[in-house]
């Protein structure tokens, strides 16, 4: 069974630096990208960033640019969201989803890690 | 970039009936669409992949239509645990875009 669990969460000062986890079981992790998407409170999902699954290409959304890094861990089947210089609108619940091979659809989600960026 | 823009923002309907949703893309995404159901506190479900296709064990009530730049999810027949909000989404290789969300309530 597929199994994606993130951690990390928890409250930070604006300007403050965090690091997100998503641990990945059940399949073989190495052979699939993966993506990190939030959503702040009553608000709607964004997609935050891509990573290939051998590290080769990343992407991110131009809200993050230059302060959001996405790196994965395959010997240790782990994905990773290291977020510095937080704003108050990084305030979300952080979701990894993994990207299917085939037609590049997001089936499995981890249940979410809440980051709260608070003076 | 491209937008996802869905309506209606929320919609109230009863147990029994056919509730449709739509999403517009601002230029042709093909079929490069997905549907997900999410629930509070909830991570998103798939329903629909590739603008039409059914994951596999969602309930056939569930229907998705369209390409380029419109598209539709369809509801048969609206139940009890179908009261969520619905996201369409366009991805690519590398990143996923979402529509604002439609929220079905119990009228």
């Known amino acids: 069974e597929v199994q994606l669990v993130e951690s990390g969460g928890g409250l930070v000062q604006p300007g403050g630096s965090l690091r997100l986890s998503c641990a990945a079981s059940g399949f073989i992790f190495s052979s699939y990208s993966m993506n990190w998407v939030r959503q702040a409170p009553g608000k709607g999902l964004e997609w935050v960033s891509y990573?290939?699954?051998?590290?080769?290409?990343?992407y991110y959304a131009d809200s993050v640019k230059g302060r959001f890094t996405i790196s994965r861990d395959n010997a240790k089947n782990s994905l990773f969201l290291q977020m510095n210089n937080l704003r108050d609108e990084d305030t979300a619940v952080y979701y990894c989803?993994?990207?299917?091979?085939?037609?590049?659809?997001?089936?499995?989600w981890g249940p979410g890690t809440l980051v709260t960026v608070s003076s | 970039d491209i937008q996802m823009t869905q309506s209606p923002s929320t919609l109230s309907a009863s147990v029994g009936d056919r509730v449709t949703i739509t999403c517009r893309a601002s230029?042709?995404?093909?079929?490069?669409l997905a549907w997900y159901q999410q629930k509070p506190g909830k991570a998103p479900k798939l329903l629909i992949y590739k603008a039409s296709s059914l994951e596999s064990g969602v309930p056939s009530r569930f229907s998705g239509s369209g390409s380029g730049t419109e598209f539709t999810l369809t509801i048969s027949s609206l139940q009890p645990d179908d009261f969520a909000t619905y996201y369409c989404?366009?991805?690519?290789?590398?990143?996923?875009?979402f529509g604002q969300g439609t929220k079905v309530e119990i009228k």
């Open positions: 230029q042709s995404i093909s079929s490069w």
């Open positions: 989404q366009h991805y690519n290789s590398y990143s996923g875009t």
């Open positions: 989803a993994r990207r299917e091979t085939s037609d590049w659809y997001w089936l499995s």
């Open positions: 990573i290939s699954g051998g590290s080769s290409t990343m």
